[in-house]
């Protein structure tokens, strides 16, 4: 159980374009769903947090009109890279904590997606 | 927020059994401990999560002891698809935010 998705696994755009990438929790309701941000050889870090319902929470440094998140249900939220740029190409990694059962305090993260931007 | 420190590497060999610790002096009251397991270019794999003591399950044990300021996983006979960079974190129920440390890079020889 708790199997968390993301779509595409891989994209790669054109500097300018925008990029949407898709997290869904499959086999359990999420009311907290968190995007991270991978660079090689780096830790993860979180950019923002979001609630079903209700506006995203941004890390600090995190531009909020350039990542929009969306978070409409509650097995799913999505990342939108706006106006995409070569220092945009990351790993991106979403992560969700179930709604009930004994696992609450437990975040369990999508496979990632790869962008790269040209 | 907890800070972690952990050892950035591990080396080990197969069958041998890893420990590997983790430092958080200031961790409070209603935090727990969540090990993850990461491969490259894939999300974090959950490993085991506790709060005080010990914990088990299939794949490791979690030794937490009395004054929860560290802990160590432990993973019997490890093989060489245990490489792998493993994130010690420390947070609260609902986990309103998980901060990843370095995290430490355990490599698997034959």
């Known amino acids: 159980g708790a199997v968390v998705s993301q779509h595409p696994s891989r994209v790669i755009c054109k500097s300018g374009t925008s990029v949407k990438i898709e997290c869904r929790s499959l086999?359990?309701?999420?009311?907290?769903m968190f995007w991270y941000r991978q660079f090689p050889k780096q830790s993860l870090m979180l950019m923002a947090t979001?609630?079903?319902?209700?506006?995203?929470?941004?890390e600090q440094g995190v531009e909020k009109d350039k990542f929009l998140i969306n978070h409409a249900s509650l097995t799913l939220s999505t990342l939108t890279v706006t106006s995409a740029h070569p220092e945009d190409s990351s790993f991106y990694i979403c992560s969700a904590s179930p709604l009930r059962g004994r696992s609450q305090e437990t975040q369990y993260f999508g496979p990632g997606t790869r962008l790269l931007v040209l | 927020l907890a800070k972690t420190t952990q050892p950035i590497s591990m080396d080990s060999y197969e069958g041998q059994e890893v420990n590997i610790t983790c430092s958080h002096n200031?961790?409070?009251?209603?935090?727990?401990i969540t090990w993850y397991q990461q491969f490259p270019s894939q999300g974090p794999r959950f490993i085991i999560q506790g709060y005080k003591t010990k914990v088990t399950n299939e794949v490791a044990s979690l030794f937490i002891p009395a004054d929860r300021k560290s802990s160590t996983l432990s993973l019997p006979r490890v093989s060489l698809s245990d490489t792998a960079v493993y994130y010690c974190l420390v947070g609260d129920r609902g986990f309103q935010k998980l901060v990843f440390g370095t995290g430490t890079r355990l490599l698997v020889s034959p």
């Open positions: 200031n961790i409070a009251t209603n935090d727990y």
């Open positions: 086999d359990f309701q999420a009311t907290t």
């Open positions: 979001s609630n079903e319902g209700s506006k995203a929470t941004y």
